[in-house]
């Protein structure tokens, strides 16, 4: 794939005309100058400026819009689920800031309702299909045609989403061909399985360098200045804490076992046996809960220290750079605690969980730039397909876009 942008992936990024790379000066504050000559009239070195992002949003003030929103989706039977997903979108969006300027997401509801409905119809499709035996090829066949488009979709979900993310009035784009969304969310995906999970890191590396590779903000182009190895590394951190985990909950639940069987005295009488099959039923259903738990716990870490990785790997026309301090732990921990108070709340406590998780991530964001960020020159862009966007959207397709 050629780099889109001027600077390679081992060197670091300059302005135009001068070869100081990028983080080798201080940072200014963000009301510095970025350039300007020296004494002896020749160019200086450019002046690297941070922009710390902030977030605004509460939970009070977004519960009442989510709890609107949820009223309105259970009495129009999901009907006004696109227009609720835009108005969440645009309030977090819009309580994004940077350089004293937020974020704003500018879809259309009415063309993602079009789409809503048709990925909506051919789901409802496959449920009652599957359950016939006349017409379970049917949803086989929607099955197919689902993995055989998935790529196609992604590649529509990026493009929709980056053309309706705007900031300081300029617009997003994703220029990502559909032929390499077929390498990194086709072939990536068929190798991650294939290898039993082995190449599962190479394809996160692979559609994160396609997903930052093909955006651009008005002419600025991405860049992931990223390797596969630190994917291996979260890989194997995650692997390290599953099995560690797994010894220290099994162990003590293995010597339990064997002492309650030792107490029975191994008798072969009936109720004997009829205990230890009840209790062993019970073993099974609570190791596979812990398992469960475990997987989701380790998929947090996973996807926390992924974006932070990637935060810290991004490139914006050769000028800019993302950078993020947050702790990928910490994310766990506030992933989990949201998701007991969620339950514990019967779902009430979402727009609180939703708030906290963007606040905590937010904050260990920042943005570094040689250049001002308003210096950036805009393209129109047309309007992309909903396609894409309602099928991630509905059937839970995390992009980390």
Not at 108 to 116: F, N
Not at 126 to 154: D, H, K, M, N, R
Not at 228 to 251: D, Q
């Amino acid at each position: 794939m050629s780099d889109p942008v001027s600077l390679s992936k081992d060197r670091p990024a300059a302005a135009p005309d001068s070869g100081t790379p990028l983080g080798r000066h201080a940072a200014a504050p963000a009301t510095g100058i970025h350039s300007g000559h020296a004494a002896d009239g020749t160019q200086a070195a450019p002046v690297v400026t941070t922009y710390p992002v902030s977030f605004t949003g509460s939970a009070g003030e977004y519960f009442r819009l989510w709890i609107v929103n949820a009223a309105l989706t259970v009495v129009t039977l999901g009907l006004y689920l696109p227009w609720a997903r835009v108005r969440n979108r645009q309030y977090f969006y819009g309580h994004t800031w940077v350089d004293g300027h937020n974020f704003e997401y500018r879809a259309d509801p009415r063309r993602l309702l079009r789409s809503y409905l048709l990925v909506g119809a051919l789901f409802l499709a496959y449920v009652l299909t599957s359950e016939s035996e006349s017409l379970g090829w049917v949803s086989v066949l929607i099955a197919l045609l689902f993995l055989g488009l998935y790529p196609w979709l992604v590649a529509q979900s990026m493009r929709f989403q980056a053309v309706n993310t705007v900031h300081r009035g300029l617009r997003f784009h994703f220029d990502g061909r559909v032929r390499d969304a077929y390498v990194a969310y086709g072939a990536a995906n068929v190798a991650a399985a294939v290898s039993g999970g082995l190449a599962l890191p190479w394809a996160w590396f692979m559609q994160r360098r396609y997903q930052l590779d093909h955006l651009r903000y008005g002419s600025a182009r991405g860049l992931f200045r990223g390797d596969v190895a630190p994917m291996y590394l979260i890989a194997l951190t995650a692997l390290g804490v599953m099995a560690g985990a797994g010894l220290l909950l099994g162990v003590p639940a293995v010597v339990a076992v064997v002492a309650w069987m030792a107490a029975q005295g191994f008798e072969l009488d009936s109720l004997n046996w009829m205990g230890a099959g009840l209790f062993g039923v019970f073993f099974v259903a609570a190791a596979y809960v812990i398992l469960l738990v475990l997987q989701g716990v380790v998929w947090q870490y996973v996807r926390a220290a992924t974006m932070r990785y990637v935060l810290n790997s991004a490139e914006l026309g050769g000028v800019v750079r993302t950078g993020a301090t947050f702790n990928p732990w910490r994310v766990v921990w506030i992933s989990v605690s949201n998701g007991v108070a969620q339950l514990l709340t019967l779902g009430l406590a979402t727009p609180w969980a939703d708030i906290r998780r963007s606040r905590y991530l937010l904050q260990g964001v920042t943005v570094r730039a040689i250049a001002p960020l308003d210096e950036f020159a805009g393209s129109a862009g047309g309007p992309e397909s909903a396609l894409g966007e309602a099928a991630t959207e509905l059937l839970d397709i995390g992009l980390g876009f």
